[in-house]
């Protein structure tokens, strides 16, 4: 199912005062965006300082989410967007050095700019905290309001479901008494082509066996058209379906089966159809059962 969620965090501890004055107060950030998908697919997007947390937060993950195709990502940005960070004493004494000794071997390599140092000391100050007690629970923190999400989206998607299954319960409704009417006519139609074959014979042929012709047709007729057995399998799956929503829990896969056999029952019931009724609620009853496949497909 969709959702977003994103959580933010400060330094796991105070900063110390060399921090504090290099610049402006870094923070971490975790966002977790879902979309459906039938299987669980997730996507890191760590910076580099922290991808050693990856396998712990794909552990967080699987073991809470089943399906969806997740994207995580994780960052470190200072607490203001126009902060300049500036080099402390240390690391230019140090830059200076590296440079000296590349010049020594690389007489035409380039001087460091004033962009590269600016850089390389943001680096710095970024490097100094310390997150490693803060990237998991900030993550369990994020995808507690993913979750959240997700149930929320679940309860309209279960509504949605059961509103299409009153449906389908109406649409095999209307069909079931309709095969009685069908027979009828169709015995009907038997007896007045009989009727006029004998009106173009010498009528020796005995009305009896004409009005036993007409009946047998029509029972054979009836056995070809008959959707009975279609119409309990139809109720008997949404029945189960209805249960299992309302129930809750990991149904997801338990409820793409059931699809596939409404769908099932639905093209017997529009390949046994002998009047365009039936034909027309086969299709009504497919368009409602795929817009059912595809939401049940989001549903863990």
Do not use: C
């Not at 998607?157 to 299954?165: G, H, N, T, V």
């Not at 173009?200 to 058209?225: H, K, M, V, Y």
Request: glycine residues 4%; hydrophobic residues 40%.
């Amino acid at each position: 199912m969709t959702g977003y969620a994103s959580a933010q965090h400060g330094a796991a501890t105070p900063p110390t005062e060399a921090e504090s004055r290099s610049a402006a107060s870094s923070q971490l950030g975790i966002e977790i965006r879902s979309v459906n998908s039938r299987f669980l697919d997730l996507t890191f997007r760590l910076s580099e300082e922290l991808r050693p947390f990856e396998p712990a937060l794909r552990e967080l993950l699987t073991g809470k989410l089943k399906r969806g195709k997740v994207e995580v990502r994780a960052f470190i940005e200072s607490g203001s967007a126009t902060a300049v960070s500036e080099p402390s004493p240390r690391l230019m004494q140090r830059l200076n050095t590296v440079q000296d000794s590349i010049k020594a071997w690389l007489p035409q390599a380039q001087p460091l700019s004033m962009a590269d140092i600016l850089r390389l000391a943001a680096s710095e100050q970024t490097g100094t905290r310390d997150w490693s007690e803060d990237v998991v629970p900030l993550a369990e923190q994020a995808l507690k309001a993913l979750l959240a999400a997700r149930q929320r989206e679940g309860e309209r998607l279960a509504s949605m479901l059961l509103e299409r299954i009153a449906q389908l319960r109406t649409l095999a409704q209307q069909a079931g008494p309709l095969v009685p009417q069908l027979v009828e006519q169709q015995r009907q139609r038997f007896l007045e082509r009989w009727k006029e074959a004998m009106a173009l014979t010498d009528g020796s042929t005995l009305p009896e066996a004409a009005q036993d012709r007409a009946l047998t047709e029509a029972t054979a007729f009836a056995i070809r058209i008959d959707v009975a057995e279609e119409i309990t399998r139809l109720d008997s799956h949404l029945t189960e379906l209805e249960r299992l929503i309302k129930k809750g829990g990991e149904i997801g896969k338990r409820l793409d089966f059931l699809i596939q056999e409404l769908h099932r029952e639905a093209n017997t019931l529009g390949s046994k159809s002998a009047a365009l009724e039936l034909t027309h609620i086969s299709v009504d009853m497919k368009v409602l059962i795929e817009q059912m496949r595809e939401q049940v497909q989001n549903i863990e």
